[in-house]
């Protein structure tokens, strides 16, 4: 069978995105009530780059973390500070700020954006990666968590009064409890601009999901399974643990950050990027996506990606028409329903379907062998039977 | 198992003639914070032969095996493997010297299936056809294995999975193979089974240093032994010597 070169798929790919990218426009212009549906389609491309780069270092590396929103937090407030300070630079009118900005205008902004964004939180996750050299298990959970913490408190805890130096100014500027709206121009916030359509968020997704699984199938994939699986094991054939741990979170942390960029300019986005982006919820999320689909598995965290932003915006909407006809149901809290319904899930799952959806497998690949008794081969009574011969050669 | 083919020989150790020491420790001595693991054991391995350290639990086996792999630091003493010295350089550079750790307790990767096990032994070589033939030689070795190769590792049974980690250390072609107590766990007759593939290895010219708490298993294969007992050498002599040893046969042998 011949293959189908990269490039040629590539420009598929890319010309689909383009497509995409209009048809969301012209949809939206002919039925305003389509823009919920597309909107969800932009959501679920980004939390499928958010749930396989969580996937490098959960699922294929073995590294517990829960501190993945920390990522997405730092990629939202850097990438919306850095297309709305940019906007505001090659002065994009501020009144088409507030509208959805064109294709066109969205490579004059994202670019630059998200290759800073995604190499500063590289170089983060380098940093966060170093304690999975001395902890594992729920010690290197804890560090996660308390980095992802740290960066949302230390948001939320500047405010303009108390900022004395430039370093603790700048982290002021972001808004606190806010939220981030852009820089001010003057009395007002320009707000964060909506430039990530279709074209940036599923192309950028597939790309991730194409090049995860290339990762997966390559020596580096294999070596950073077999570091999950038994470290002493992986050093004994040569893999460096530390090397591959501390790289699949750098790899992690970049794409979680990509993620967080875009979440904050999405197309028909809020405007405002909020330290909530770094709440453990939000942690909490892209761990049930990756482990709905199946720790390991690259299908498995983007189908769990788009089960999971399906499912919490269809709730939603039910709740929402179910409310209308039974006015009881309005003071229904829908976070906290999604929370529990989510967290049953994930119960159910690890009762029974530990493996998640798909196990390690990826979809369409053959199931390995169960290892079920086969009828023994002449062989098998003598393991060694053959082993003189086939070594004195 | 050593062939014509440019990349099959293992690495080069023509400057160690047969019978000369492979790998010579002279006083290590490892510490695990306060506590002395090994008290400065000096320890040779020929090439070509089959040497046993054997001793009971805690004696410091584990600590030897993984110190050679520079997997733990030693706090003094050396280790030269080939004529050169192995403190100097890291775990990598090593396993590429032709030395290769079958860990203790079936350390294998239990979700990777039989053959990315295998593979994975192979992983400091690049040449394809190098590592397909390896691959057919441990096949050959181990022909349990070639039936299961699709099979994940964790479901193969326990006699089966040191087979594994046995074949997987021989992907990496070594000179000198390191086995941690091969026969911990398994039933009696597979223990044996695993003995006979050792004694096959070192049929091929492999140089061979096997951990033991099995005395009586170890020293049938070996031509020589050390007997460790917290931490230093308590007796060296060859298999014969020691299986008559009044002490080593009233303390690891039962007798
Ligand atoms: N990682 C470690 N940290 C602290 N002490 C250790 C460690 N590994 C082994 N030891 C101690 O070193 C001694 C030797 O252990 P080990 O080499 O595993 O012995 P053996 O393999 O002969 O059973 C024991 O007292 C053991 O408790
Ligand atoms: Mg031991």
């Known amino acids: 069978m011949r293959r189908v070169p990269a490039v040629v798929l590539f420009a598929i790919g890319a010309l689909t995105c383009v497509g995409l990218d209009l048809a969301y426009d012209g949809l939206v212009s002919w039925d305003r009530g389509s823009k919920f549906w597309l909107h969800i389609l932009v959501v679920c491309a980004i939390n499928v780059l958010g749930a396989t780069s969580l996937n490098v270092v959960n699922g294929m590396a073995g590294q517990f973390s829960i501190g993945h929103a920390g990522f997405v937090g730092i990629g939202a407030y850097l990438g919306g500070a850095i297309v709305s300070n940019l906007a505001l630079a090659l002065k994009i009118p501020v009144a088409a700020l507030k509208d959805n900005l064109s294709l066109g205008q969205s490579f004059l902004l994202l670019p630059v954006a998200l290759v800073v964004v995604g190499l500063v939180c590289a170089a983060i996750g380098f940093v966060v990666g170093l304690p999975s050299l001395r902890l594992r298990g729920d ?31 700048a982290i002021a500027s972001l808004g606190g ?22 074209f940036w968020t599923v192309g950028i997704a597939a790309l991730a999901v194409f090049l995860a699984l290339r990762l997966k199938r390559s020596g580096f994939g294999r070596a950073l399974r077999a570091v999950r699986e038994d470290e002493i094991a992986a050093a004994a054939v040569g893999v460096d643990p530390a090397k591959y741990k501390v790289t699949a979170f750098v790899l992690a942390a970049a794409g ?4 967080g960029a875009l979440l904050a300019v999405q197309r028909d986005g809020p405007g405002i990027v909020g330290p909530a982006n770094m709440k453990f919820d939000k942690s909490f ?109 | 198992m050593r ?38 054991i000096s320890l040779h391995v020929c090439r070509g032969e089959v040497v046993a350290l054997i001793g009971s639990n805690g004696a410091g086996k584990t600590t030897t095996l993984r110190t050679l792999v520079r997997l733990v630091q030693p706090a003094a003493g050396t280790l030269r493997y080939a004529g050169e010295e192995l403190t100097t350089i890291g775990t990598e550079q090593v396993i590429e010297r032709g030395v290769s750790l079958v860990p203790e307790g079936r350390a294998i990767f239990p979700n990777l299936t039989v053959r990315e096990n295998l593979e994975l032994g192979a992983f400091l070589h690049r040449d394809k056809t190098t590592i397909a033939e390896s691959l057919h030689d441990v096949e050959q070795l181990f022909p349990r294995l070639g ?59 492999v140089t061979v240093l096997v951990v033991e708490q099995n005395t009586r298993l170890a020293l049938e294969v070996a031509s020589r032994g050390y007997v460790l007992r917290t931490g230093e050498i308590a007796r060296e002599g060859s298999s014969k010597e020691l299986l008559a040893d009044p002490m080593v046969r009233e303390a690891y042998l039962g007798a």
């Open chain 1, 139 to 169: 010690y290197l959970a804890i560090v996660t968590l308390g980095f992802s913490e740290i960066v949302r408190l230390t948001v939320l805890g500047i405010s303009a009064d108390s900022a004395t130096n430039p370093l603790t100014r």
């Open chain 1, 177 to 198: 409890s806010l939220g981030y709206r852009g820089p001010k121009v003057g009395e007002d916030y320009l707000g964060v601009p909506s430039v990530a359509g279709p």
């Open chain 1, 256 to 259: 979680a950050g990509v993620a």
């Open chain 1, 285 to 393: 999320e892209v761990i049930t996506m990756v482990i709905l689909g199946g720790s390991g598995s690259v299908s498995g965290a983007a189908i769990g990606a788009v089960l999971y932003t399906v499912i919490f915006y269809a709730s939603e909407e039910a709740l929402h028409q179910l409310a209308q006809a039974v006015p009881a149901f309005g003071s229904v809290d829908a976070a906290a329903l999604r929370m529990t319904l989510f967290a049953t899930a994930l119960i159910v799952v690890m009762l029974v379907r530990t493996q998640g959806l798909f196990g390690e497998r990826e979809l369409f690949e053959k199931k390995a062998d169960d290892g079920t008794p086969k009828p023994p081969s002449p062989s098998s009574d003598d393991a060694t039977g053959t082993a003189k011969e086939a070594l004195a050669s």
């Open chain 2, 3 to 40: 062939t014509r083919h440019p990349h099959r020989a293992p690495p080069d150790v023509r400057f160690s003639e047969p019978g000369s020491p492979l790998l010579a420790v002279e006083n290590l001595e490892v510490r695990y914070g306060g506590i002395r693991a090994l008290k400065g």
């Open chain 2, 147 to 205: 039936e299961r190769m699709a099979q994940e590792g964790g479901t193969l049974s326990g006699g089966e999975q040191q087979m594994l980690a046995i074949g997987r250390a021989m992907m990496g072609r070594p000179s000198l193979l390191l086995l941690d107590e091969p026969s911990l766990g398994i039933a009696p007759k597979l223990a044996r089974q695993i003995f006979e593939a050792i004694r096959a290895i070192a049929a091929a010219g």
